[in-house]
């Protein structure tokens, strides 16, 4: 089931049958639209605090975020194209004006129009995150906190770099504090054998300087969408059914444990498997229930289905984790060959459980670093490379002639071109399949790219 259809089976099975109670509305912590950065876990407490201050201060301006985005954006000259791309991202984006709990952009690339690349897809984002309020089409309140001082073009090295995935430095934003951590990173960082030079090497850190960065960040918007008016039909389209998250976690683990959701990745770091699947209440025998033994053992089974659906869930997520291993760690691009009867037959469930999880026709996504996936992207045919593996995915290959073709001379390469490229490169594919993997991508054929 989706989520919409197991919470309305929840709260139907808790209205027929009182030995089943909901316990609370929603799974907090393993919500993926909780917000990253609401507390002093990820950023101060401090800087938490004025957040809530700047937003608390601001008044409704009257509008949604999407109308006053498109204002501007119809006021711009832009291709057909750029516009329909432009419009997808603005559509995309939730309350807070980042697209973090919605779709990934690389989903609303069109597949029928050849024109839209992911470097249209750059573009537009960036035209986007420079209209009025600055910082929206961000990913996160960090990544706009460091678009909003790329933009203003006066940030300090230090303020970039700490803004740049640092922003945990400044956690409880003493400065005598932050800069003894600022020391410590860089030592730690080059105690590595070969660590290339960092921003912080070419600074004379001292608490004025630390001072200065920290009430740099102060000036700047958390949340840009502040003071407009959410458009709840927009973010309700565009929210993805979650099944499950995964977090790249600092620390090294010796080995993986399924159990508990825990992928060993390298040296620096593992990957952490949730349980995601959204808006789903939590349920539990009630402890006040003295009614007859058959409500309690038909609230019993009912409550081991949706446990096994969650255990169910980790279990296919760790295992994909695993077996995706590339993608996890180095993004979009990077997909291996997998079958759903691999994943099966490598954790002891059914095929078919697998592929209800991950079908194309009521797809759940699973929350990334780089944004949602359809649970069914992780799943590709290969063909036979010189590769480790001696194979290569079908994904794989339609991002390299993405790629390929975005731009210069070489995206008037025909199929048979493409195939001699391909095969150049150790890729064993004949012309006929490039040219359905072209179609997939939704690549015109060379004629129509002249």
């Not at 197991?6 to 393993?30: Q, Y």
């Not at 929350?367 to 010189?386: D, L």
Request: proline fraction near 4%.
């Amino acid at each position: 089931m989706g989520t919409k259809e197991l919470r309305e089976e929840i709260f139907k099975a808790a209205n027929e049958n009182p030995a089943i109670e909901i316990v609370r509305e929603f799974r907090g912590s393993d919500n993926p639209y909780n917000e990253k950065y609401r507390t002093g876990s990820a950023g101060s407490s401090k800087l938490s605090d004025d957040f809530n201050a700047t937003l608390e201060s601001k008044s409704s301006y009257g509008e949604t975020l999407q109308d006053h985005l498109l204002n501007q954006l119809n006021m711009m000259h832009l291709s057909a194209d750029e516009m329909e791309l432009s419009k997808a991202l603005i559509y995309n984006l939730d309350e807070k004006g980042f697209y973090g709990s919605n779709l990934s952009p690389e989903t609303l690339l069109n597949k029928n129009r050849p024109m839209q690349t992911p470097e249209l897809l750059k573009k537009c984002m960036e035209s986007i995150q420079k209209l009025d309020p600055v910082g929206t089409c961000c990913k996160d309140i960090e990544e706009s906190l460091y678009v909003q001082a790329k933009i203003r073009g006066d940030a300090s090295v230090l303020t970039l770099f700490i803004l740049d995935g640092n922003l945990r430095l400044i956690e409880n934003p003493v400065p005598e504090k932050v800069l003894k951590r600022l020391i410590e990173y860089r030592e730690k960082w080059h105690s590595r054998k070969f660590a290339p030079r960092i921003p912080l090497d070419r600074l004379e850190l001292d608490v004025e300087m630390v001072e200065e960065t920290i009430s740099y960040i102060r000036t700047l918007e958390p949340r840009p969408a502040a003071g407009y008016v959410h458009d709840i039909y927009a973010a309700e389209f565009n929210k993805p059914d979650f099944i499950f998250s995964v977090e790249k976690v600092a620390g090294e683990i010796s080995k993986s444990d399924y159990t508990k959701g825990i992928i060993k990745g390298d040296s620096d770091f593992h990957f952490q498997v949730k349980y995601s699947s959204g808006e789903i209440p939590e349920v539990r025998i009630s402890p006040e229930f003295a009614g007859n033994k058959e409500l309690f053992e038909k609230a019993k089974v009912f409550i081991q289905n949706l446990e096994y659906r969650e255990s169910s869930c980790i279990l296919q997520g760790c295992a994909i984790v695993e077996a995706q291993k590339e993608f996890f760690i180095k993004g979009p691009g990077h997909i291996a060959p997998l079958t759903r009867r691999t994943i099966a037959k490598q954790i002891g469930i059914h095929e078919s459980t697998v592929s209800r999880m991950s079908g194309k026709k009521n797809p759940k996504f699973v929350q990334t670093e780089w944004g949602p996936f359809p649970a069914s992207y992780f799943f590709s045919s290969g063909v036979n490379s010189t590769g480790d593996d001696g194979k290569i995915s079908a994904e794989e290959i339609k991002f390299k002639i993405q790629t390929l073709l975005a731009s210069g001379d070489e995206k008037k390469m025909s199929d048979q071109q493409i195939t001699e490229y391909l095969n150049s490169q150790g890729i064993k594919i004949s012309r006929r399949t490039v040219a359905k993997y072209r179609n997939q991508a939704g690549i015109n054929n060379s004629y129509f790219r002249m």
